[in-house]
């Protein structure tokens, strides 16, 4: 029996960090997600997924926004989401973006909300990321998304 639960522990950590791939392919964004999150949305202007607990969306950015002005962008387009308790813009380098983020609390979520850009293809968007306050790793399992953000 207690070989039993050892092995069942050990299934049960390996799919609790099993992931997959996804590509906005509009703008040959890949993202890695956990498993359970599907595509709501996948257009030229929005990408929406969902998951247990968790959600985001990524919207592009219209205007050529500088990487050095991001963080102005990242605080706008918080404050205009009406987020509470605004942290100071984090400034964040993945792959070939860049950009800053900013967490803040909405309805009783907490949202991770970046503003990105690549300067190699000047395609700049928005990343916000929800989860529930309440749930100890789901901030870390944002930023494990947003780091994972890549070009194609």
Known sequence: MKKLLIIFAILCSVSAFAQKNYVWKQFNIQITVPDDFRIKKNTAKEFEMKGEGMELSMLIHEEDVAIEDLDDAAIAGAKAMKLQELDAAHQVKVNEFEGF?????????????????NPNSHTNFFIAIIFDDEDKTAEEDALDILNSLDVL
Do not use: P, Q, S, T
Not at 105 to 114: E, T, V
């Open 101 to 117: 983020y900013v967490e803040g609390f909405k309805d009783g979520n907490r949202i991770m909300f970046a503003c990105l850009g």
